[in-house]
Structures are given as C-alpha cells and as structure tokens.
C-alpha cells in the first residue's frame, strides 16, 4: 500500500513570487506520480504526471515538479505566480504495476495569492 | 476529447426522493469511478467499474446504487439520502486502474 503527504494545509505566496508545493509519498515498489489542481466548485485537473523517463515534468502553464526517488518526493513549483493560480493542489500516487489501492491522493495544499 | 460530462451540475433533494447523477465520457477508457469530496477534502473513493463491471465498492450505504449501462456511461442511483450525505460527486475515467485518472466538472448534492 502507498501513502502520500503533502506536507502544509495552506501556503501564502504574494503574486510573482516562485512557490513551491511538498509532495512526499511511501512505497514499496516503483510508482507514478500526480499533480492535480481543483479550482473552487469544479472537478480536479490533471496539472502533471510521472510515469518514466525524465524525472522532471512540465506543464503547460507554467508548472514543473520533479521526481526524486531517493527523497521519495514530488515537489511542485512555479517560478512566479498569478492570481488565477489560487486553487487547492492534490499530489496522488500509485503503483505502477497496478496495485491493489489505485490512486492515493494526498490531504491537498491551498495555495493562495496575495496581491 | 478529453472531457468527462456530469449532468446535473447541482441537485437538491429531499430524503425520500429518488434522483440519478449521469456521467458520460468518449475517450475510450475501461475504467470509470465514482468519488464523494466534502469540502477542503481529497476526494474519497465510492465505485470502481473495470470493463464495465463493478470491481470496487468501498463500503458504500447501499442507498447509492451504481450502474454502467456501457462502456462510456455511468449513473449513480440515489434514494433515501441523509443530509450528511451532501457533497460534491465527481466521476473519473483511467485507461486502466492505477493511471491517470480524468475528472467531470461534478455535480453537487444537497439533502435537505
């Protein structure tokens, strides 16, 4: 079984300014790795995934995270922020060999710009 | 097409009522979920249908009823629900189990 921990409940971040998101997941064997943001009442959107190759991962707006292994982490970053970039982020994870548990995903980071 | 459709957008009802959220998807994918968020939560895992049969229920009151007519829609059947039972309802699609997993806009439920 895997688990996920996104280490702050809320992260304040003036606009322009780099922030940057923890991930840390627990597993036993080898893993995918997920981004997903949620804008305030809609669904979840797929921001970026790991699945192999190069650990590090874009988005198309701006985001990137990169996977290390020997942290067993996920960290999500953006140089600078919008205001359009408040919206609650979800780290998920799950074996990439299919197992038992899906997706796990992580308690969420509320991620607010201050003007 | 990458877009999961969930009708209704909102649903209010009252607990004797019988009411269905609808959730449809055309990208080809074999696996379809039915998650419940509360506010400022990750979303929970209800349903897992794989090929079009249910492989997962998380120990769900059996007053949700899920059903995957084919393989690009699924319902979600409510009767006799409690008012702890509001919550937004969010319907996902993977290529298979364990990959990315593809959201509708979900739909909010209020039991009065």
């Known amino acids: 079984a895997q688990s996920v921990t996104q280490l702050d409940s809320q992260v304040p971040v003036f606009e322009e300014a780099p922030v940057e998101l923890r991930c840390n997941y627990s597993s036993s064997v080898s893993v995918y790795l997920f981004w997903y943001v949620q804008y305030p009442n809609q669904g979840l959107q797929l921001l970026l995934k790991y699945l192999s190759g190069s650990t590090l991962v874009e988005s198309i707006n701006g985001f990137e995270a990169e996977f290390n292994k020997s942290q067993t982490s996920f960290h999500l970053r953006k140089p600078s922020v919008h205001i359009s970039d408040t919206a609650e982020y979800f780290c998920a994870v799950s074996e990439s060999g299919g197992g038992a548990d899906g997706l796990t995903f992580g308690k969420g980071t509320h991620l607010i710009i201050q003007p | 097409d990458t877009e999961v459709t969930q009708t209704p957008k909102h649903l209010v009802m009252g607990m004797t009522n019988k009411k269905s959220l609808k959730c449809e998807q055309h990208?080809?994918?074999?696996?379809m979920y039915w998650y419940k968020q509360k506010a400022k939560k990750p979303p929970e895992l209800m349903f897992v249908?794989?090929?079009?049969?249910?492989?997962i229920n998380e120990s769900v009151p059996s007053r949700f009823s899920p059903e995957c007519p084919n393989s690009s829609l699924l319902n979600l059947h409510l009767h006799a629900l409690q008012p702890e039972d509001s919550a937004l309802y969010l319907c996902a699609s993977s290529l298979k189990w364990g990959r990315e997993l593809f959201f509708g806009e979900g739909s909010r439920l209020t039991v009065l």
């Open positions: 249908y794989s090929y079009e049969k249910l492989s």
């Open positions: 990208m080809g994918h074999r696996a």
